[in-house]
């Protein structure tokens, strides 16, 4: 394990305090992972830049957490899952969806089945999908604009799984009752 500190508004850089203040007024606290990412002010701007983005694309809330669920697991980030599942649970987002993504799939709804899939794909190939991929992700109902809100999605998780397997990052109190346990390592 890597030693990075986990910062807050007192100790972190002049140029990630603004962000650390944001964080802790949108959720009432400075989650363990935007702590870390106070380290670099480039890292913690760019991701709460890219996450903005996000939620700014045509995916729904729920379609949104399935991609970046997905993509958590099959990167094996335990902090993630733990986190953006206590996220969809303050939504009040469908459970039964979301524990269909933390085990996997499938899910029974055959269009977000489609979404997980294709999501895992990309990750598993590294963004290298075939036409027959996308194709068939296409045909289940999304758009061309779909797997490239997809592939933001993922990138903004590759971020966070990525520092978070390099910094061991211990999971918040308020996510640890989403506890999860990856199946392999990524």
């Known amino acids: 394990m890597t030693d990075f500190p986990i910062h807050t508004v007192d100790t972190a850089p002049a140029?990630?305090?603004?962000?650390?203040?944001?964080?802790?007024?949108?959720?009432?606290?400075?989650?363990?992972?935007v702590g870390e990412f106070a380290e670099s002010p480039a890292v913690i701007e760019g991701y709460l830049g890219l996450s903005a983005a996000y939620q700014k694309s045509s995916l729904t809330p729920l379609e949104r957490e399935i991609v970046l669920i997905a993509a958590s697991v099959e990167n094996g980030c335990h902090y993630c899952v733990a986190a953006h599942t206590t996220v969809t649970q303050a939504?009040?987002?469908?459970?039964?969806?979301?524990?269909?993504?933390?085990?996997?799939?499938?899910?029974?709804?055959?269009?977000l089945e489609a979404l997980r899939a294709f999501a895992v794909t990309v990750v598993r190939e590294r963004g290298w999908v075939s036409d027959a991929d996308v194709a068939r992700f296409v045909a289940a109902g999304w758009t061309r604009a779909n797997v490239l809100e997809v592939v933001l999605g993922i990138g903004l998780k590759t971020v966070s799984n990525y520092v978070n397997h390099i910094a061991a990052t211990p999971v918040d109190a308020a996510f640890q009752a989403n506890a999860f346990t990856p199946r392999k390592a990524a």
Not at 15 to 33: D, I, K, Q, T, Y
Not at 91 to 111: C, F, Y
Request: aromatic share 4%; charged share 20%.
């Open 15 to 33: 140029g990630s305090r603004p962000f650390l203040e944001g964080a802790r007024a949108a959720f009432g606290l400075v989650p363990n992972l």
């Open 91 to 111: 939504q009040k987002l469908d459970q039964a969806v979301i524990g269909a993504v933390r085990d996997g799939g499938p899910i029974a709804d055959a269009r």
